[in-house]
């Protein structure tokens, strides 16, 4: 199974908004609304942003959101803060065998 | 309050077999509904899903590693074992166990994790 795929990088100035892909396959994303997003700074253990496709954990800022189009789903950070510069990691399931599958991830510059 | 820890070796030989031991508190996978999974994070590299037990035994392993791994779980100990024969250098990564909860509407996994353990480094190398 191969990984998620999610651009290597993405940028946008304070206060903008941003949006990250993730595509993968009808075998996956396309499939289930199993699609979860985790955040991870440099160094630090890797926290839940988003899960079942757009559903917020408690305690994450509404700033995040998610959706899906297809086999493909997005991040999206509206008003850009110098925090969120940091790495974003899609995650899908895949099916009973195949289970789980991460994207590559992107990393987010905030200009 | 929910955690989790790793312990294991962190240098290793190629070949040489990785036992690495999840430790966790504020669940239990003998009467709550959740899983315990691994992940592992290579150095400046992306994340990559090893493996997942449930509370009821039903075990998950990455397709690519699925002959090189066994997960197992002692509820008396609130531990989760994962092994990796035949250890190699690209095999060098932080390893991380992390929470999957079941839907109690549906009865399935949610397939995501809520809580991590810190991680633990585990280098391959001769």
């Known amino acids: 199974q191969s990984a998620l795929t999610q651009p290597r990088s993405v940028s946008g100035s304070p206060g903008q908004s941003v949006t990250i892909s993730c595509t993968g396959t009808s075998s996956d994303v396309g499939t289930y609304d199993y699609v979860s997003w985790y955040q991870q700074s440099p160094g630090k253990v890797p926290k839940l942003i988003i899960y079942?496709?757009?559903k917020r954990p408690s305690g994450v800022s509404d700033r995040f959101s998610g959706s899906k189009s297809g086999n493909t789903a997005s991040l999206t950070i509206s008003g850009l803060q110098a925090e969120d510069e940091v790495d974003y990691y899609c995650c899908s399931f895949a099916g009973r065998y195949t289970s789980l599958v991460f994207g590559g991830g992107t990393k987010l510059t905030v200009l | 309050q929910i955690t989790l820890k790793e312990s294991g070796p962190t240098l290793l030989k190629p070949t040489q077999t990785l036992t690495l031991t999840c430790t966790f508190s504020g669940f239990s996978l003998n009467t709550d509904r959740v899983g315990v999974g691994w992940i592992r994070q290579p150095p400046g590299k992306a994340l990559e899903w090893l493996a997942l037990?449930?509370?009821?035994?039903?075990?998950r392993y990455s397709p690519s590693l699925q002959g090189r791994l066994t997960i197992t779980k002692d509820t008396s100990k609130n531990q989760v074992v994962l092994t990796m024969t035949y250890m190699d250098s690209v095999d060098t990564a932080t390893y991380y166990c992390?929470?999957?909860?079941?839907?109690?509407?549906?009865?399935?996994?949610?397939?995501?994790?809520?809580?991590w353990g810190q991680g633990t480094l585990v280098t391959v190398s001769s």
């Open positions: 079942d496709v757009s």
């Open positions: 037990i449930y509370w009821d035994d039903d075990k």
């Open positions: 992390a929470r999957d909860t079941y839907d109690m509407l549906t009865g399935f996994p949610r397939y995501y994790f809520d809580y």
